[in-house]
């Protein structure tokens, strides 16, 4: 059985930072797109970042344009895991965030809306005071 944990949210005040981490078990995604997604009370499930692989040790790195130059999406496949560092955060960042595995090895087209992802975790709550 595939899972996805997150963990590392919290409260923080504007401009500081965190850390979410996504441990997955169950299968590898080494070479499998991987992505944060968030959803504020109200809204509509909006995607953060993803790393997709692109060919021997290589990822792409992508971002939503509102969290651009803020947040950093990294991977250990070693690990199998994923993290989402957010800096100078903001009190519009407040949201539960989750975490998202591909089922399809290799290159994904569609890393930005939730189709794309088989696989995704509980999520884990980030506030951001003002």
């Known amino acids: 059985q595939v899972q996805l944990v997150e963990s590392g949210g919290g409260l923080v005040q504007a401009g500081g930072s965190l850390r979410l981490s996504c441990a997955a078990s169950?299968?590898?995604?080494?070479?499998?797109?991987m992505g944060w997604f968030r959803q504020a009370p109200g809204k509509e499930r909006e995607f953060v970042a993803a790393?997709?692989?692109?060919?021997?040790?290589?990822?792409?790195?992508d971002y939503a344009d509102s969290v651009k130059g803020r947040f950093t999406i990294s991977r250990d496949n070693a690990k199998n895991a994923v993290y989402l560092q957010m800096n100078s955060l903001k009190p519009e960042d407040t949201a539960f965030y989750y975490c998202?595995?591909?089922?399809?090895?290799?290159?994904?087209?569609?890393?930005?809306?939730?189709?794309?992802?088989?696989?995704w975790g509980q999520g884990t709550q980030v506030t951001v005071s003002s």
């Open positions: 790393t997709r692989w692109s060919g021997g040790n290589t990822f792409i790195a």
């Open positions: 169950g299968r590898t995604f080494s070479t499998s797109a």
């Open positions: 998202a595995g591909s089922s399809r090895p290799g290159y994904l087209r569609d890393y930005d809306v939730s189709t794309g992802y088989a696989y």
